[in-house]
């Protein structure tokens, strides 16, 4: 069974400050998503990253895939209240034994972050 | 481009009950995958449908199911309701790499 870790569960900043959310498997991923939902929505999708040890950049948002394919991190630099949400990691493809499929996601649970004014 | 729909976006139901949930996903989306979101559990992979075939499936009982039809517009389906049901249902739709995920359905089991 594949699993995703994510750290740390909660996290509440003061606007201007950075972060870092972790998302830790065993497993190897063949793709890693990054999510943000917001109360009463569905998640959306911020970033695919597929190549191990990728960094992709949205704005403020640095995303980074690890060399092997099992972790990654998303920074926020000079955090906005607009980017309070739940942060979900999920994790595509994976082993043939694992039954992994690009289109069967495994989800973390998720950061729950809040950013106060 | 309209997003992907949901109907209906709440809905209360006693156990025993049967329900159905309705999916219309991005137009020339062919991938149809079902999640159901809990506080406790996160979002759990139900299945995944692919031009009107269950291509993927997760470790749900077979009270859960689905189908799709050939406009590629989904259905799922819960039967013999139990509390635990109680969720948001999920539906995304994709063309590869990254799902689209639809605002969901609210489900409260009574």
């Known amino acids: 069974t594949q699993l995703l870790e994510q750290s740390p569960q909660f996290l509440s900043i003061q606007e201007g400050e950075n972060l870092t959310v972790y998302c830790n498997s065993s497993s190897v991923f063949s793709s890693l998503q990054w999510y943000r939902q917001e109360p009463g929505e569905g998640p959306v999708l911020l970033v695919t990253?597929?190549?191990?040890?990728e960094v992709k950049k949205l704005k403020r948002l640095t995303f980074q895939f690890g060399d092997a394919r099992k972790d990654s991190s998303l920074h926020i630099t000079a955090a906005q209240p607009g980017d309070t949400g739940l942060y979900l990691c999920?994790?595509?493809?994976?082993?043939?034994?694992?039954?992994?499929?690009?289109?069967?996601?495994?989800f973390g649970k998720g950061t729950l972050l809040t950013v106060n004014p | 481009k309209a997003g992907v729909t949901q109907t209906p976006r709440y809905l209360i139901k006693t156990r025993g009950q049967q329900v159905t949930l309705s999916c219309s996903p991005i137009s020339g989306h062919r991938s149809v995958s079902w999640y159901q979101q809990t506080p406790g559990q996160g979002l759990q992979f139900l299945f995944e449908?692919?031009?009107?075939?269950?291509?993927n499936k997760g470790n749900f009982p077979g009270r859960f199911s689905g189908r799709q039809f050939s406009n590629s517009r989904s259905e799922m389906n819960v039967s013999t309701l139990e509390l635990g049901d109680s969720a948001l249902y999920l539906c995304?739709?994709?063309?590869?790499?990254?799902?689209?995920f639809g605002p969901g359905t609210r489900l409260t089991v009574t």
């Open positions: 995304a739709s994709s063309l590869g790499r990254g799902q689209y």
């Open positions: 999920a994790g595509g493809g994976g082993s043939q034994n694992s039954g992994g499929s690009n289109y069967k996601l495994t």
């Open positions: 990253v597929v190549t191990g040890g």
């Open positions: 449908y692919f031009s009107e075939t269950q291509r």
